[in-house]
C-alpha cells in the first residue's frame, strides 16, 4: 500500500540553525499539507502547496518557513531560524482528493 | 474564531465493549468531518470520514455520527479491541464542498485506553 514517508525522524538542531524536512508524498497526489503537533497538543496546519504554489498558509507559517517541490516526488519543509518553540513532530500530508494521508513524522528537537 | 473540540480528554473501556467519543466543533460552515486515530508515534491515520450532507456513516466497526443542529460529531467503534487503544482526533474541513486542499483543524483529541 503506497505511504507517506518523511525524512528524518528526528532531527536535532541548534536554535538559529536552518532544518529541511523531507517528505515524499503518494506519488499520484496532488496535494501536499505540514502540519505539526507540539507535545501533547492537538494537530496544527502550517501550510498546504498545490500546483507549485501554496494555496493556504497559517499564521504559525511565517517569514521564517518555506515550502519547496524541488523535483517530482520530494516536498520540502524549510525553517530558515530555528527556535526553541519550533520544537515538535511535523508532519506531512498527501492527497488525491479528500482523504489526507499523513506521514509518520519527524520530530524536531530544538535546543 | 473556529474551533473544533473533545468532551473527553480520556476514555477506558474493557475489550469487547462499544466506545463512543465525542466531538464539538464551532464552524457552522465545516462541511466535511474526519476521525483519525494516532498511535505512539505515529502519524494520524484515516478512520472515517463524513460530509455535512449526511448524518450518518458507517465503515468496518465503526460508526460517524454528525448532529448539524447541536454541532456534534461522534465516533463509534465497536466490539473496542485492544488494538483500538490510541489518540482520536476529529478534524473538519471549511472548505465548500470538502475540497481536497483544504485544510484540516484537528480537535485536542481522547485518549482511549482499551483493557483486555
Known amino acids: 500500500e503506497p505511504e507517506v514517508t518523511q525524512t528524518p525522524s528526528h532531527q536535532v538542531t541548534q536554535m538559529g540553525q536552518e532544518v529541511i524536512l523531507r517528505c515524499v508524498p503518494i506519488?499520484?497526489?496532488?496535494?501536499f499539507y505540514w502540519y505539526r503537533q507540539i507535545l501533547g497538543q492537538k494537530v496544527e496546519f502550517l501550510v498546504s502547496f498545490y500546483n507549485n504554489e501554496i494555496s493556504e498558509k497559517s499564521e504559525i507559517f511565517d517569514d521564517q518557513f518555506s515550502v519547496e517541490r524541488p523535483d517530482g516526488s520530494n516536498f520540502t519543509l524549510k525553517i530558515r531560524s530555528t527556535k526553541l518553540e519550533d520544537s515538535a513532530m511535523y508532519f506531512c500530508?498527501?492527497?488525491?482528493?479528500?482523504?489526507?494521508?499523513f506521514g509518520p513524522g519527524t520530530r524536531l528537537t530544538v535546543l | 474564531g473556529e474551533s473544533v473540540g473533545l468532551h473527553l480528554p480520556t476514555l477506558s473501556v474493557q475489550e469487547g465493549d462499544n466506545s463512543i467519543i465525542n466531538c464539538a466543533y464551532s464552524n457552522s460552515a465545516s462541511d466535511y468531518f474526519i476521525w483519525y486515530k494516532q498511535e505512539s508515534g505515529k502519524g494520524p491515520q484515516f478512520i472515517i470520514d463524513?460530509?455535512?450532507?449526511?448524518d450518518k456513516r458507517q465503515g468496518q466497526r465503526v460508526t460517524v455520527l454528525l448532529n448539524k443542529t447541536v454541532k456534534h460529531l461522534s465516533l463509534q467503534i465497536a466490539a473496542t479491541q485492544p488494538g483500538d487503544s490510541a489518540v482520536y482526533f476529529c478534524?473538519?474541513?471549511?472548505?465548500?464542498?470538502?475540497?481536497?486542499?483544504?485544510?484540516?483543524?484537528f480537535g485536542q483529541g481522547t485518549i482511549l485506553t482499551v483493557h483486555p
Open positions: 463524513i460530509r455535512s450532507n449526511m
Open positions: 506519488s499520484n497526489h496532488l496535494y
Open positions: 478534524a473538519e474541513s471549511g472548505n465548500a464542498g470538502g475540497t481536497s486542499y483544504g485544510k484540516l483543524t
Open positions: 500530508a498527501s492527497s488525491e482528493w479528500n482523504e489526507q494521508f
